[in-house]
């Protein structure tokens, strides 16, 4: 099985470190494609309308993995484009972090708790959580409210991490947490260890949800539905106008394939 | 107060007639400019992967619409991008048809049902409608399912609009009706005095509210709130990205200003 | 456009001053005239059975706008006797203070707080929050506990409201405000200017509305419907029973006519 | 413990069944008494407007109850002015149909619905019900759109209850039925018989229910809260406004007091 | 009227005392029995893999009462089995704490609080009050946190009630409070008192809807509906596979029948 | 990885072509087992007093499961006990086929809708559903209502099936189906050939959800949480009163262990 996973910022220094951590963790069978977007997109999805500048990025590269992938990861917590690109990835699996950690966490406790970079971005994801049908078990969304200077170094994200994951669980009741952030891969170990409850990767949530649905979508057939909401505009049509057109001038990383281990 | 309106598809052909119509209804001093989109984006916004190629379009002439406008009308009942316009509009209000004709029919009725084009529509647009938090106030949402060719003969449409508005009425119990495409202007006069129920129009709905909302920010200082979720992005940023730096290739229609009448 | 201000209490103290206010913030075109209820009414609605006292002479009013208004306010913020009102209120619109602020808030930001007097009155404005459809986006509802003496000093109410706000603002997440009594007009502006983001007003966002909704009304023909719930009773009843009937004792502020200015 | 039954309306014909129905199903120690309203109120409540001509006398009733009753029944299923009598109601209990019948309909089934009258009473009922926090129990409302003639012919109403509630039981999945009229009064035996579920009448639901809660009441202490919301207004306020002063021009039936039986 | 009260646990201990506080306050013709269950069912219930234990005993019971009760309770704030039990009931009506205390207190106030022991219970019992439909109406769901050995001090359970109490009623808004706990029986009176504000009791709350309910089903015939959901196993299948045959062993206080004393 | 599969009904007729069926879509290093219940226990689970009397047996084995492996199905689409059984599964993951299936159908369309036996056991499963947050995304639950000698033909269930799914997609607007219940495996296939939309099968869905959910487990150390509502009873109370003591007379398929093949 292929996955390819899009971080959908305009910058690559992340992708090889990324490449490496889904490669630590994916089944033997996986293999693993890291990419991310040309270089004049936002290097940061935060705002809104940064976003609206990559989801067109984002559903083009949803269209190319119909092609090529068995299940295609949009890396950002915002879950940009997840119906978009669900549209037009023909049999291909689309995940995001927010839904896909949702769904991990309800069937590992009763509540779950969100730690969040700022209050900027809690009103469009607290909507997600509660579009995906989650806002009773979850038990509070918090901001880290980490400078930009702060997340040079670790340390200091790994406390703030810490302090305000246990105030998620002992004042809110959270059963397990979840990271908002896909930038805030590496820290999940240690803080499961240090808290006690189980703590979810924006990056690997979706991540093994796409394996997962990669594979009972090749297994059973259970591929992505094309029927009313989730039919996918006639090809003719996107000919017919020349949309998806340009070649994606994004940047790749190289494909990991590993040998099956074990 | 300046109004823009954005058709946000590549093709400038309805441009023309619904300034015209917009003139027909604003108020004496609002002033009206309808614009389009460049020549290769869609030419409708069925398909989300469609939404996905312009809504980054929409976020640009939001941001346009900061430095010249009072109020800035999305024209798509999908709503496109609502979110991440009024994020950049600056002082200017953003509505879109949807949101605003929710608002409206919660005034004048009890329930309401939203004539749809073709059930591909309902997701996103139900899931709008409960995001404004209608849903239990909306009696239906119908499809017309009208064909292609359909929509050439505007009494078939009309025909089909009424026999479908009056199932909503009679079997959903609607007390109010809006149409769910802002195509569809033009027909609301005959179907509210057929149907005997108010008929709110895609086109006209979001232009009157945004008119309203132009209003209360000029005279009372209600504009969009920068705070939180609705802070925008660091102009600083934008610049150091070249952000939104390309040229807006888009057709603009001439703005019409109307004397005040009276 | 005429539109008649109810404020529903037993006292005409504060006519002059709202109309005056009314007047400041209207369009040109349009007439204001404020009016209040019999003097042996109670002087304030703060208690639910106050509310009973007064809405029979709400709803009579409403049915007496239904002759010579184009629309009609309740100047209350428990929206007192709202759905009563607009069904005897012919082709005029009816508007309540809860209601419109709420929907006007929905527009500028992702979430609002409401400042109430006191806590007494949170159960009732929270449900009336709750169906309009806006609980997701409330971020708090808070009381000022201000104790009547307070009330005769408007530095002390200023100080309160301020220090009640910044608080849903910076603990609550608020990114709108708005204030949940009709006697506190007057704040808005310095408050929104003090904590950097709208202020609605309780007296203001319901005319304005009205404003609005008489507007589209008159050129749209988007008046209250008058199917299944919003049917009107039969005149012929009403006539039969002999309700209604008893002269209006309400003191009655001038009409405040200006002339469009501009 | 004294129960006084309340029949909100401008005519006392009915008092005098209903005591007689009262009395047949009460608790042996039980007495009850059945008022109606002066003869200038409206003698339905079908419109809201009718409701808003005698929330007043309802509370007025409700706050005499606070002197010489252990409950008050408001004999409407639009429950009118339920909250507002509570206010005042002293120690006494208030109940009325709506929230009693859909309280009793969750211990005795999955799924209830209601048997309307007409279309228009629907989005007022509905929307107690889900107030009440029944919604998602509510299988579905029916109207059973008789007409007035109907309503003379005993056989008729029968019969059109048989067959709207066999339509709720078969089609909607309804466990349970309630009689959402006071005036269908009579009818549950034999469609209770008939259907094979529980069914529930407007009248004797609400009174039951007070007979229950008069009871706990009186041995637990458990009386209506006056903290918060439910704080009522002081008296000396009433007093120095002359609120409640007008002798009340009710018609009372007199009271039937039976010796306990068994 | 017979009732029988189940103290789902694998000890005796209490039924004396139980039925003691049953018979204070029933009502005079009503009969009630205390029941435990077997000494090898756990001791209490506050872990839902106790709960799994004891849930056939719970059922079986159910529908020994179908035989010889009109009422049985359930007594565990768990409301554990409460579907499952009223399935095989027969005409007997079933109620358990939760659902009867939130019925009570929707009756006395706007909004309750629940004292719960520790916050293990809180996600179960906020479940189910949600499911009953009372999510909005609930204040707070507030631990006491009381160790093993503060229990053996009744002043030290009163004091922490207290101040948990008040913490409900003062910071959370709470105008009824319900302890979600069967063991603790014998506060409310004085907490009431103390706190200015109904309190519920777990025990009694239950046993006097039960009362109540069974007086309904057997006066107007309102027993549990046998349709759709509530459709009972078959009998002749019950018998085939030989279920429900072992003898219960449980311990049985005896009946404490008082003559109507009014 | 060992997963066991409970068949939790009293026969172990069906245990070996599950186990065949469960081996025919597992993974490769996944091993797999299915265990059913002692003869003595229901057939099958239909009624809601059988699930009550197998509920122990689901928590003793998943506790056992704690011991051996590391992930535990339940398979019924009641989802019985899964809150019970996951307290005491260790690190065991605990997975049914109703959570596991709506979030599977989550991810590949907008609605769902559930095909289940009979009406019976409609209100748990929508209870489920709604539950788990998927009620706005369910399109609708229908009924098949098979006779018991109608399963005798799977021709007849087959065409049930397709007539019944086809109504759920073309008049629910179901984009995804699920069949609700866990003997009517092997359909799938065919069904989502005819009908065009993915069909998840009640047995495969809750065991590739558990094989998904034991690998993160395995890798990331996502196994279930233990705070607050997930605590698990202290085995020293367990063993103090000798709990979960009996041996467990289930009948046990043999585990059947594939080389990975591939």
């Given at each position: 099985m292929h996955i390819r996973y899009l971080?959908?910022?305009?910058?690559?220094?992340?992708d090889a470190e990324m490449a490496d951590t889904l490669n630590r963790y994916k089944q033997p069978e996986t293999t693993v494609e890291v990419v991310s977007l040309a270089s004049?997109?936002?290097?940061?999805?935060?705002y809104h309308a940064y976003e609206a500048l990559v989801v067109g990025d984002i559903v083009a590269q949803a269209r190319a993995a119909a092609?090529?992938?068995?299940a295609f990861v949009i890396g950002c917590f915002y879950d940009v484009g997840l119906r978009d690109a669900r549209e037009v990835s023909g049999r291909a699996i689309v995940t995001a972090p927010c839904e896909s950690a949702c769904a991990i966490a309800r069937s590992l406790g009763n509540t779950f708790s969100v730690l969040v970079g700022?209050?900027?971005?809690?009103p469009k994801m607290a909507e997600n959580v509660c579009l995906y049908g989650h806002e009773h078990a979850m038990a509070s969304m918090r901001p880290m409210e980490l400078g930009v200077h702060d997340f040079q170094n670790d340390d200091v994200v790994y406390e703030r991490m810490l302090s305000v994951g246990r105030a998620c669980v002992?004042?809110?009741?959270?059963?397990v947490l979840m990271l908002?952030?896909?930038?805030?891969?590496?820290f999940c170990d240690r803080l499961q260890e240090a808290l006690g409850v189980p703590v979810l990767d924006a990056m690997l949530a979706p991540f093994k949800y796409a394996e997962f649905l990669g594979d009972t979508a090749l297994?059973?057939?259970?591929?992505?539905s094309r029927k009313w909401g989730s039919e996918a505009p006639p090809e003719s049509e996107i000919a017919d106008w020349g949309l998806?057109?340009?070649?994606?001038?994004r940047e790749t990383a190289k494909p990991e394939t590993l040998v099956p281990a074990e």
């Open positions: 971080n959908p910022v305009g910058t690559d220094v992340y004049d997109r936002p290097k940061h999805l935060e092609r090529d992938c068995d700022r209050r900027k971005w809690i002992e004042e809110d009741g959270a059963e908002g952030c896909t930038a805030s891969f590496g297994r059973l057939g259970w591929t992505p998806f057109a340009e070649a994606s001038a």
